[in-house]
């Protein structure tokens, strides 16, 4: 029980570590064309289940089906079950803040125009 607690505050503290150099690190400034063309969405569903309401985002911008993406966090879930949207958790997160997670790896490494997340806690 010790090991566990003492195993997830390290991960904790590496996770905020990550977060913290992210976002004091000046982002790249990137030149596109105007206007939006892709959508990428973090969902907190132990908060809120009706994660494809996002995908109303594609008729909203006019934007090609396969634009939005979305991804879905819990605080626990199980592998085996089914879910519609792609899920990670706190487990997903290695040491180091190292993502495990390969529907996480995946949403991470694109670019999006316009990120949004909706995130309670």
Do not use: H
């Amino acid at each position: 029980m010790f090991l566990k607690t003492l195993k997830e505050k390290i991960k904790f503290r590496a996770g905020k570590k990550f977060l913290q150099r992210g976002l004091t690190t000046p982002p790249e400034t990137i030149n596109r064309e105007k206007g939006i063309s892709s959508v990428g969405c973090i969902v907190d569903l132990d908060e809120f289940e009706n994660a494809n309401a996002f995908y109303e985002f594609v008729d909203e911008f006019s934007l090609r089906p396969n634009s939005v993406k979305i991804i879905g966090y819990k605080k626990y879930y199980d592998k085996n079950s089914p879910y519609s949207t792609p899920v990670f958790s706190d487990k997903d997160l290695g040491w180091k803040a190292n993502i495990e997670n390969s529907y996480a790896l995946e949403f991470l490494n694109r670019e999006y125009d316009l990120f949004g997340q909706l995130l309670y806690g």
